[in-house]
């Protein structure tokens, strides 16, 4: 009896074994379904989407470097909301600074897009490197004038987000020779007889007056 018992128990354990590694095979193949070729090294410049694991602020970087020829102004906006979203945690913010996301997003503040434009400032607005880039320069100069009333407001969340610390205080406000106050207020007022009236929002413009003088 003991002996029958032992070795029903053995034949149980011989077939599960057996179904664990059948089993182990099935999800091998269905953790690795795909047997192609590896990704392209370079940028896909006809598709945009979100890259995982240490690749993905890499690429978008990437992505939103290239130039208008090769990348319209709808694709470009979708990257660049994906890289605010990637912005969000520190490790990220602080590797995009090391891929030197500053300088390509200072060159879009001039993007035929306004959404684009905006969507720059807001990348501006979190980068740590935004003195080097100069885009402070930029935004006193033509990005607090823009036609666009959202474009505007994400240009005074950039030197807002300057102001917080000493040395982007101090480079709002030699922007553009000094003449960083006279673009807020005249965006305030409403300059060129309301051709840019004030559009509230989180970035008060009154208050960026504040903070910088």
């Known amino acids: ?3 029958g018992m032992f070795h029903h128990v053995n034949n149980c354990a011989q077939n599960q074994n057996h179904a664990t590694r059948v089993y182990d095979g099935q999800a091998l193949r269905e953790r690795h379904p795909d047997r192609s070729d590896p990704f392209p090294p370079g940028v896909v410049e006809d598709e945009i989407s979100i890259a995982f694991g240490r690749r993905h602020v890499a690429k978008l970087v990437d992505v939103v470097s290239l130039p208008g020829s090769k990348l319209n102004g709808k694709e470009r906006a979708k990257a660049l909301r994906y890289l605010l979203g990637c912005l969000s945690n520190q490790e990220s913010n602080a590797e995009a600074v090391v891929l030197n996301v500053a300088a390509p997003a200072t060159a879009l503040l001039g ?6 434009r905006r969507l720059a400032c807001d990348v ?3 980068c740590d490197a935004l003195l080097r880039s100069g885009a402070i320069e930029t935004i006193v100069a033509s990005s607090l004038k823009d036609a666009d009333a959202a474009a505007r407001d994400a240009a005074a969340g950039v030197i807002a987000s300057a102001t ?6 101090e480079a709002a406000l030699n922007a553009a020779d000094g003449a960083v106050v006279p673009a807020l207020r005249d965006m305030i007022l409403g300059a060129d007889s309301g051709a ?18």
């Open 124 to 126: 501006l607005s979190g």
């Open 1 to 3: 009896m003991e002996g």
């Open 111 to 116: 993007d035929g897009n306004p959404e684009v």
């Open 164 to 169: 917080r610390t000493r040395p982007g205080a």
């Open 196 to 213: 840019f009236s004030l559009h509230w929002s989180p970035y008060d413009p009154v208050r960026v007056v504040n903070a910088v003088s």
